[in-house]
């Protein structure tokens, strides 16, 4: 008999960021990492309350990722990621790539280092209206 296996599940990300006070201030102000401050090292780790480990560490010239290459955060309700698009709107904060349908929204924003996070909610209609 096989033996049942849980799933592998994502714990951490790890970004080198140029400014971290304002990398952490993004992270915690749009995306709910509550959590204290951790320090391993010059790595700032916070956490959100599901877990998920963000680790920012200083680097005076992070990467440059490739066009494309971004992470998401999935939210449970369309009406939970609509009013996370409307703070984003009102802060003056640039939206790339916004698709909107009644049950379902995705949208990106880039945090202060110019990595591409992506937000989404709810099932797309397929195809695309």
């Known amino acids: 008999m096989m033996a049942m296996h849980r799933p592998m599940t994502l714990n951490h990300l790890y970004l080198r ?3 971290l006070a304002a990398s952490e201030a993004f992270y915690r102000r749009y995306f709910g990492f509550t ?3 951790e320090w391993q090292g010059e790595t700032c780790v916070i956490r959100d309350e599901a877990g998920f480990t963000l680790a920012l560490t200083p680097d ?3 990467p440059a990722w490739p066009d494309g290459l971004h992470y998401g955060f999935v939210l449970d309700s369309v009406a939970d990621a609509r ?3 409307a703070r984003f709107q009102r802060d003056a904060h640039p939206v790339h790539e916004s698709y ?3 049950a379902f929204v995705v949208f990106k924003v880039r945090d202060p280092d110019d990595y591409l996070v992506e937000v989404e909610a709810g099932v797309p ?3 695309p209206a």
Do not use: K, S
């Open 17 to 19: 960021v140029a400014d």
């Open 35 to 37: 959590g204290p401050p």
């Open 60 to 62: 005076p010239a992070p």
């Open 83 to 85: 009013r996370l698009l």
């Open 100 to 102: 909107l349908e009644p």
């Open 125 to 127: 209609t397929f195809p």
